[in-house]
């Protein structure tokens, strides 16, 4: 039971904790030694979920939607830049696989702010789990630049900032199990377009 006292970054993190491990250990760029291919595999992932995130979440201008709150990125184009460069790799299928991710995977998005700094919050989040692997992969990974791993600068600000709004927005105990909510979604949404074997392999 959330109550009102509850930090709903705090409550975030419990309520998400689970995915994200799997999330960490599954990904393709998890692989000891990750290659190109594990970058395009990677991306084909993460486009259609953000893609989708960011067409619903289009239709408010609330929460953190709004710029007056948050400034707004769009995060397609350095995915399309990466893939592109990729794009001759005989190594991976492409992305068409990925393409049951549909628009539709987010109808929450509608229900109210709260749910959507859920979902935002899970973005967000995973924009710092990009710098660190950028870290980890640059040298390895040259000469491509990695473009939406490396962002546009260091995410910390960005991240600190957001985390403020947050805890300003989200702080009734009814507002935090809606966050929650959303951020389970916004999980959930991704762990379902994982490779079977991988979601499996992760369940044992």
């Not at 985390?163 to 389970?184: K, P």
Request: glycine content about 8%; aromatic content about 6%; overall charge negative.
């Amino acid at each position: 039971m959330i109550s009102l006292q509850d930090d709903v970054l705090a409550a975030l993190r419990g309520a998400t904790a689970s995915r994200h491990a799997l999330l960490d250990q599954a990904m393709p760029l998890a692989r000891p030694a990750p290659t190109l291919g594990d970058y395009r595999e990677h991306l084909c992932l993460l486009r259609p979920w953000l893609a989708s995130i960011a067409h619903a979440a289009g239709r408010h201008g609330d929460g953190p939607q709004d710029p007056r709150l948050l400034a707004q990125v769009d995060r397609l184009p350095p995915i399309d830049a990466d893939l592109a460069d990729l794009a001759n790799l005989d190594d991976v299928s492409g992305c068409a696989v990925r393409s049951t991710l549909t628009r539709a995977v987010f109808p929450g998005l509608d229900g109210g702010a709260p749910w959507r700094w859920g979902v935002a919050y899970v973005a967000e989040g995973s924009q710092l789990g990009g710098a660190v692997l950028y870290r980890r992969l640059a040298a390895s990974l040259a000469p491509h630049p990695l473009r939406y791993l490396q962002g546009e600068g260091p995410p910390g600000p960005r991240w600190q900032q957001f985390l403020s709004r947050l805890r300003a927005e989200v702080s009734a105990g009814a507002d935090i199990a809606q966050a929650c909510a959303g951020a389970c979604a916004a999980f959930d949404a991704l762990i379902a377009h994982l490779p079977q074997q991988a979601r499996q392999e992760e369940a044992a």
